[in-house]
């Protein structure tokens, strides 16, 4: 009995002490379980919150790009208009420099033309009497002194008459040109009862042209001017009495109007300047 009694209680105490361990194990995995658990949390908290810095910084970086394309877009559009400006400035001087050319073209055939009917006009002299030329857009008739003057004097003579009414027939049919006319001497000091120097003289010479060619074959006072240089603008030397004798010499100048180049000019163009 005493042996049966022993046994039962080894049985049972085994039994307790299978439970307790049993239990114990279930304990420590738990424990374990939830330390890995909380640790997980932890984790998961600092990556949550890594991320969230992310994003923060992201959306930082997308405000920031934001503007800049904002400013970006305001720049291109500020270009585009400056482009467009520029390209319409360009057009328009290139449009006026083909008018202004166009316009020049036009003058110098117009001159050459009249050249050429001067030239035409005058072909019953020779060139020891007159030349005509053309520089710088203008026509230029030179006469000495021999064709129209006596020595020291302004009274123009026959034969100069004769010339100038052929030049005065072309330029009565010219309308849109100037008239210069220039008196010039050579070096040599003049000094009698009707001119006290070279000045005088080339002056009343060139005062006589324009009243031949305005009182007696009709051209437009209006268009002419005239003027004495002297000595003071010569064409040869005046050491030898072949350059004196091309200095003294009285020239018809005639210059194109230029009205309209002078419009073209100063009209006022896009870039304002």
């Known amino acids: ?10 049985i049972c105490l085994g039994a307790i002490l299978l439970t307790s361990c049993v239990a114990k194990r279930k304990y420590v995995a738990a424990r374990t379980r939830a330390t890995q658990e909380h640790n997980d949390n932890i ?22 790009m934001g503007n800049a394309n904002a400013n970006a877009e305001n720049e291109l559009y ?16 290139r449009a006026r420099m083909q008018q202004l050319q166009s316009f020049i073209d036009q003058q110098q055939k117009a001159t050459e033309a009249l050249r050429s009917k001067i030239a035409d006009a005058l072909t019953g002299f020779n060139s020891s009497e007159l030349t005509v030329t053309m520089k710088n857009g203008r026509v230029y008739i030179s006469m000495q002194e021999a064709l129209l003057f006596p020595s020291g004097s302004a009274v123009v ?14 330029l009565n049919t010219s309308s849109d040109i100037n008239i210069d006319v ?12 009707m001119y006290t120097d070279n000045w005088s003289l080339s002056t009343a010479r060139a005062t006589s042209i324009a009243h031949v060619l305005i009182d007696e074959y009709r051209v ?8 004495g240089r002297s000595e003071y603008d010569a064409v040869a030397s005046n050491t030898t009495p072949e350059g004196r004798a091309q ?5 018809i100048i005639l210059e194109p109007k230029l009205d309209e180049l002078m ?10 300047k």
Do not use: C, F, W, Y
Request: without cysteine; hydrophobic residues 35%; charged residues 20%.
């Open 220 to 227: 437009n006072p209006a268009k002419l001017i005239a003027s």
């Open 157 to 170: 003579n026959p034969k100069g008459k004769e010339a100038l009414s052929k030049v005065a027939g072309v």
């Open 182 to 193: 220039e008196g010039h001497t050579d070096s040599i000091p003049i000094h009698n009862k």
């Open 78 to 93: 500020k270009t585009n208009n400056e482009l467009n400006l520029t390209k319409e400035q360009i057009a328009a001087q």
């Open 43 to 64: 984790a998961l908290n600092g990556r949550v919150t890594r991320l969230e810095d992310t994003v923060s910084m992201l959306h930082h970086q997308l405000g920031a």
């Open 247 to 251: 200095n003294r010499r009285t020239e």
């Open 263 to 272: 419009q073209i000019m100063s009209a006022p163009n896009m870039s304002g």
């Open 1 to 10: 009995m005493k042996k049966i009694i022993t046994t039962t209680l080894s």
